[in-house]
């Protein structure tokens, strides 16, 4: 009882948690409806929560009919967010024309049935095997599809995040229809090691779900936090920089836009502006200090991902030792290749490298030298 407590406690915190980003990206509305809508019906089931309904209504037959209309609409309503999330829009209709012939069907017979206090499975008088045939069958195929795609497009996802967040989802869904298979032995054997395992399997299941929707949005979530790390660690290298080519810096860009305020803008911008001042800054290199860069940097051993982030740490040294002593620029300047790649991160990476390169001891000898000759 008390891990199914917790399970549950998790999916409401990460579905609040989860609630103002999921407003703001449509991308990642279908798994928070999907967390939220499980957490609904998950707190539906619990005694306390049982106890309170029947207080407040007085009708037991109504409370169990009206939590098994909520769980089968759950059940369609989560697989269509879950089919959305994946990409599968086209296949919402027949699911939601399924789910809504279902909730149908399971009144119809409830209303035919003979008449009955509750509705519950070992009720005498009850709802007809039907009922019951329908409506286990409907919520177990429900979350099996879930499990399966879940696990299908996780195996496949671009993002480890987004891999493992689906992965975890899926197993959750997984240990959902385990859940049913408990319920029905229970049914048909009344083990009490079937019973005993009903709560602490759906704190299981609640926490796997909780955790995939963290996790596969955990980059989102940590976006702002990672791109204040970048800025700290590009803070030398950028002061350095824009003291050398103070042109560079965007001054109007940056009024109101500071690294507790806007991060990753403020980690585009830093880019920028790096990039900028490497580009004025070849003019003070000449063709020789770069061949003699890579040659130190090679003959140092370091490793063949960080050599040009440090051959370009040991260049720009230089050339901002030649600027500050006042140096002329050179009438030709190294044709020097763009380092880093296209993409955003590949770019804050390599210039991540440059800067803990530009603060090592291989790259203030390197300087020395320069100096010297």
Excluded at 203 to 217: K, N, Q
Excluded at 241 to 246: E, G, N, Q, S, W
Excluded at 309 to 315: K, R
Aim: aromatic share 8%.
């Amino acid at each position: 009882m008390v891990l199914e407590l917790v399970g549950v406690a998790s999916m409401w915190l990460v579905a609040f948690v989860k609630a103002p980003q999921a407003m703001r990206h449509p991308q990642q509305r279908a798994l928070w409806l999907a967390i939220t809508t499980i957490a609904a019906a998950m707190t539906l089931r619990l005694d306390g929560i049982d106890r309170v309904l029947h207080g407040l209504v007085r009708d037991p037959h109504t409370i169990d009919l009206a939590r098994q209309v909520f769980a089968t609409a759950d059940a369609a309503a989560l697989l269509c967010f879950v089919l959305l999330a994946a990409g599968r829009p086209r296949m919402i209709p027949p699911v939601l024309v399924i789910g809504g012939s279902v909730l149908v069907a399971l009144l119809w017979i409830d209303a035919t049935s003979p008449p009955h206090v509750r509705n519950v499975v070992d009720a005498d008088p009850g709802p007809s095997p039907a009922y019951w045939a329908l409506y286990f069958a409907f919520l177990f195929v429900a979350d099996f599809v879930c499990a399966v795609v879940c696990c299908y497009h996780g195996r496949r996802a671009d993002h480890r995040p987004l891999r493992v967040g689906l992965l975890m989802f899926g197993i959750g869904m997984g240990l959902a229809c385990l859940l049913w298979i408990l319920f029905l032995l229970y049914l048909a054997t009344e083990s009490p090691v079937a019973l005993a395992l009903l709560s602490p399997v759906t704190g299981i299941e609640a926490l796997f779900l909780a955790g995939g929707v963290l996790v596969a949005s955990s980059a989102a979530l940590f976006r702002p936090l990672l791109s204040l790390v970048a800025l700290l660690e590009l803070r030398p290298l950028w002061r350095d920089v824009t003291a050398a080519v103070p042109t560079v810096v965007m001054v109007e860009a940056h009024r109101g836009v500071t690294m507790l305020t806007a991060p990753s803008l403020r980690v585009y911008r830093t880019i920028i502006e790096i990039r900028d001042g490497l580009l004025f800054l070849r003019n003070y290199v000449a063709p020789a200090t770069v061949r003699a860069a890579r040659e130190h940097v090679v003959a140092s051993g370091v490793a063949e991902e960080l050599v040009d982030a440090t051959v370009t740490a040991c260049w720009l040294a230089a050339a901002l030792d030649g600027r500050r002593r006042g140096e002329e620029p050179q009438p030709e300047p190294p044709n020097l290749a763009s380092q880093g790649g296209t993409q955003l991160d590949a770019e804050v990476q390599f210039l991540r490298q440059l800067s803990r390169a530009y603060r090592s001891p291989l790259v203030r000898d390197f300087a020395a030298r320069a100096r010297v000759a």
